[in-house]
């Protein structure tokens, strides 16, 4: 059965209100909530930028029940690895098993600013290679030496262990990512504009991946962004913290507010462009489907902005998740 998160972005909103939207998704009636991990935002005039592991502490103190996801942190630069998984198995005590680790190659705007290196994708696929292996084995308990050509661990041990397996799932977007997923990891979290293109590129390479391995058949994280505004001018509002995203050279950026400016250079329906608009429950419900029915995903997230989120979460749980739940139970 397919379950269904919210997208919590510690871009845009700040710490304490995150933990509000966490509280009102399990009201709502959200399996889980999808908390992004960044040291900078993507444009510096309206932003936020909250440290998601104290944040995912605080929310696990406000609910009962709701999972937790990041999505994702990048456990290669700011954070050794073993520091990583210290952090997921701390989350997963104070939230009693409900933690899990979503992860990723990362991006410059959170390694720059810091003066690390950001260096080209054929290093940072291999430096992940080492993490997983590392976060893995620290997590499942082991006391690890390990000696690998990025990191090393002497004796290192998590002595506030996880209450139970903490499940890894690794972001992928194409099959060089996904294949790896597929060997190392329990799974992946893809962003799907075409559900087609992302079983092509993920999801086949993924599924042939974990079974050349002899690995348990991997978990698929599909999120999709999409904009909640009656029209452009009210949709360019809600994604005003997010037009950055969508700037060229977003990938080497350091400086968000080098990104604000390269974004308000270019036509607002070029930006907008980039974004699926609904403005009702039912273009909601057809915007997500295809997630859980074509794609098969195991977790459906809704990354959406809006100009009133409260609402809009609630909309989700009184409209859209019963209708989804019902044809993808």
Aim: aromatic residues 8%.
């Amino acid at each position: 059965m397919t379950k269904f998160a919210y997208f919590c972005g510690h871009e845009q909103w700040h710490p304490e209100e995150l933990v509000e939207h966490a509280v009102l998704a399990e009201e709502a009636g959200f399996d889980a909530v999808v908390v992004s991990e960044h040291f900078h935002p993507w444009v510096d005039d309206v932003s936020a930028s909250g440290f998601a592991f104290s944040t995912i502490g605080a929310m696990a103190a406000a609910t009962n029940h709701i999972e937790f996801i990041t999505g994702v942190t990048t456990p290669l630069f700011r954070f050794h690895p073993g520091v990583v998984a210290q952090a997921a198995a701390t989350l997963d005590r104070l939230s009693n098993g409900r933690f899990t680790l979503g992860v990723g190659t990362g991006e410059n705007i959170n390694e720059g600013p810091l003066g690390y290196e950001f260096p080209a994708y054929a290093e940072r696929n291999a430096r992940m290679s080492e993490a997983l292996e590392i976060m893995r084995r620290l997590l499942d308990g082991e006391k690890l030496t390990y000696d690998g050509s990025y990191y090393r661990t002497d004796r290192a041990k998590l002595y506030s262990p996880p209450v139970g397996p903490v499940p890894i799932l690794m972001a992928a977007g194409g099959p060089k990512s996904a294949t790896l997923a597929g060997e190392m990891a329990q799974g992946v979290i893809t962003s799907v504009k075409d559900p087609s293109e992302t079983i092509e590129k993920v999801v086949t390479p993924l599924n042939q991946a974990a079974k050349a391995a002899n690995r348990p058949a991997p978990t698929i994280l599909a999120t999709r962004w999409t904009i909640f505004a009656g029209d452009d001018e009210e949709a360019w509002k809600a994604i005003f913290s997010w037009r950055g995203l969508r700037a060229p050279g977003r990938l080497e950026a350091v400086d968000p507010a080098e990104l604000r400016e390269k974004a308000d250079t270019l036509p607002r329906e070029e930006i907008l462009g980039r974004y699926q608009r609904t403005d009702s429950a039912d273009e909601i419900i057809r915007t997500y489907r295809p997630l859980a029915e074509d794609l098969e995903a195991n977790i459906v997230t809704f990354q959406m902005a809006s100009l009133d989120q409260p609402a809009l979460i609630r909309l989700l749980g009184s409209e859209v998740l019963p209708a989804l739940r019902t044809t993808t139970s």
